[in-house]
């Protein structure tokens, strides 16, 4: 079973960068699409950013040429580069595959605030 770590999330001011970066466990992670899905309060967790073990990436339109989603697979991690920061990108942020499988981790907060 694959466990996954997220961190990386903070409060920052809209215009900002962070970067997020999650650690999975298990053995055949360079198998799997990855991908950073997020959750804002009172939303559905969306798909923000998925990447293939070959490394083609996906963006869902709002992040589109602002966030850029990275993985390691010999080291079993996925990163997630965010810059220009919107208060709408306020959310937890987690990792999984996709479509997601995996049991879910904790999560990383995001908030975008000045």
């Known amino acids: 079973q694959v466990q996954l770590v997220e961190s990386g999330g903070g409060l920052v001011q809209p215009g900002g960068s962070l970067r997020l970066s999650c650690a999975a466990s298990?053995?055949?992670?360079?198998?799997?699409?990855m991908g950073w899905y997020r959750q804002a309060p009172g939303k559905q967790r969306e798909l923000v950013a998925r990447m293939t073990s070959n490394g083609n990436r996906h963006y869902t339109g709002s992040v589109n040429g602002r966030f850029t989603i990275f993985r390691d697979n010999a080291k079993n991690t996925v990163d997630l580069q965010m810059n220009n920061l919107k208060p709408e990108d306020t959310a937890v942020y987690y990792c999984?595959?996709?479509?997601?499988?995996?049991?879910w981790g904790q999560g990383t907060q995001v908030t975008v605030s000045s």
């Open positions: 999984n595959e996709v479509p997601a499988t995996f049991s």
């Open positions: 298990g053995s055949i992670f360079s198998i799997y699409v």
